[in-house]
């Protein structure tokens, strides 16, 4: 089957029974959906998918609305460069929540990361820490001195092999 309509309004296509208001079934190789714009035009250029009710404009673009979104912002034609943004909504105001930047980096609670991985808080706390990254280790059994997280800092050498020069322990 190619597309299949039913009386109740679910879309399929590769299914004559679909389960859900859109279903999309390959049944013995890979499947995609693409949602792609065209090279012409001005930059920059947003694709996207977005969740919850359509009552909130996402990222400043009155098309992509929803409670919660991800969305492609392709920001040149040469090399095609693409940003993948996390958009969430709390209380009615949406926020970028998280960016995978073209090259890699990550940035959460930031739109413009400038390391691999990138933490910002907005918080207006001045004199007291503020939790920006908590790491939980869990045990079965009975802990001893010593147990729990660790950041570990490593350099890779010439010939391929990695060497701990520091950690942080709790």
Do not use: C
């Not at 673009?61 to 912002?73: E, R, S």
């Amino acid at each position: 089957t190619k597309m299949t309509m039913l009386d109740s309004g679910n879309f399929g296509v590769g299914t004559d029974v679909p389960n859900t208001n859109v279903q999309v079934l390959h049944a013995t190789d890979d499947t995609s959906i693409n949602i792609n714009t065209g090279t012409g035009g001005s930059y920059p250029k947003k694709t996207g998918i977005s969740f919850g009710a359509t009552s909130t404009s996402l990222g400043g673009d009155a098309t992509f609305t929803g409670g919660a979104g991800i969305q492609a912002i392709n920001t040149a034609a040469s090399g095609n460069p693409t940003n993948l943004v996390f958009w969430t909504n709390s209380a009615g105001t949406p926020a970028e929540a998280m960016r995978i930047a073209s090259d890699g980096k990550v940035g959460i609670g930031v739109s413009d990361p400038s390391v691999l991985l990138h933490i910002q808080t907005n918080d207006s706390t001045t004199n007291d820490a503020v939790n920006s990254l908590m790491i939980t280790n869990l045990s079965t059994g009975t802990t001893t001195t010593g147990f729990g997280g660790e950041i570990r800092f490593q350099a890779e050498r010439n010939n391929g092999v990695n060497q701990n020069t520091g950690a942080i322990r709790s």
